[in-house]
């Protein structure tokens, strides 16, 4: 088994391939080397023909024939249209799901252009001031104006 | 990495078209109900993880990006995680409710022991991980790029996976009396 070898290498890149190499392939993958790592079924077609390579491959091919002997029914007709049935319900939910979201926005859009408007109006509009200032008589900056009593005696 | 052939498909099942449906249904349903009958064991309930299945697909199908794996490998993914929530499930039922295990062969109405049950049991009867393993690589024939990044480790961890898998299985038909 190679050493550190990671996901993305896959496998070995050497041409050469030893009996232990090829037996150890033949334990995990099994006889067929369709099934072995891309970059390894050459060199182990290179060593199959051999005598040692054939005795690894009929022993792997014992287990792989009983394997085979498994076979799974293909789905029936039956899942098959359930599964189309609830794809169909699903796509079906999405886009009214989509129309109520579009709904939503657009009225979250329109109620954010009136709030937008007003705070626009009040923002833009002038604020009202009277033409003129009725004062209050006794409100000056010297409190009541009024005549002053002194005054009025010393007139007297 | 080399082009994901599912993607173009599965991009247009994001957008709702139904021919693309369709199709991908009739692509990975064997695929997926393969998986599961033989991770479970039980064709009933392989039934119910491939609706299940197919419904990640209909949610995630939109959304889906191509990361680090393929479309296929990240359909067998979420197809052996249903599998192992329902094997946990059964496992907890077994626990909870049955004192002891009931063999299947000393059942006196069963089946005659034709292969393809001994191999059926004697995959039920390793570790799920080897289970998966050969499964990926025999059975649906991923390459062992994809098979490891669908188990999410190294190609060694599943050479050893493979490796131990076939000697199990191998130990246990010959138990059962059907190695020749």
């Known amino acids: 088994m190679g050493k550190g070898k990671t996901m993305a290498e896959g496998s070995r890149n050497e041409p050469a391939m030893d009996a232990k190499r090829f037996a150890a392939l033949a334990a995990a993958y099994g006889g067929d080397l369709r099934r072995w790592p891309e970059a390894e079924r050459m060199a182990g077609a290179i060593f199959a023909p051999s005598e040692t390579g054939q005795a690894i491959l009929r022993h792997a091919g014992t287990l792989d024939a009983r394997l085979d002997s498994y076979r799974v029914d293909a789905p029936d007709k039956a899942l098959h249209g359930s599964i189309l049935q609830a794809a169909g319900r699903h796509f079906v939910q999405r886009r009214r799901q989509r129309f109520w979201w579009l709904g939503l926005g657009l009225a979250g859009i329109g109620l954010a252009g009136a709030v937008a408007g007003l705070a626009l109006v009040s923002i833009v509009t002038p604020e009202v001031q009277p033409d003129h200032y009725v004062l209050d008589a006794n409100a000056t900056a010297f409190g009541d104006a009024s005549p002053d009593r002194d005054a009025i005696g010393e007139d007297l | ?180």
């Open chain 2, 1 to 180: 990495m080399s082009a994901d052939p599912d993607e173009e498909l599965v991009r247009r099942v994001g957008a709702g078209d139904p021919a693309a449906v369709q199709t991908l249904v009739a692509r990975k349903l064997p695929r997926i109900l393969a998986l599961a009958v033989r991770m479970l064991g039980d064709a009933a309930e392989a039934e119910d993880v491939a609706q299940e299945a197919f419904l990640r697909i209909w949610r995630h199908a939109s959304r889906w990006r191509r990361g680090n794996a393929r479309f296929d490998s990240w359909i067998h993914r979420v197809t052996l995680n249903l599998c192992y929530d329902r094997l946990r499930r059964k496992r907890e039922w077994v626990t909870d409710d049955l004192p002891e295990m009931v063999d299947p062969a000393a059942l006196p109405d069963a089946h005659p022991q034709e292969d393809a049950v001994r191999v059926e049991r004697a995959l039920q009867g390793i570790a799920p991980r080897q289970r998966e393993a050969i499964i990926l690589v025999y059975y649906q024939e991923m390459s062992n790029i994809d098979a490891a990044a669908t188990l999410e480790i190294s190609i060694d961890a599943l050479e050893s996976l493979l490796s131990r898998g076939r000697r199990s299985l191998q130990a246990i038909l010959a138990r059962d009396g059907a190695d020749e």
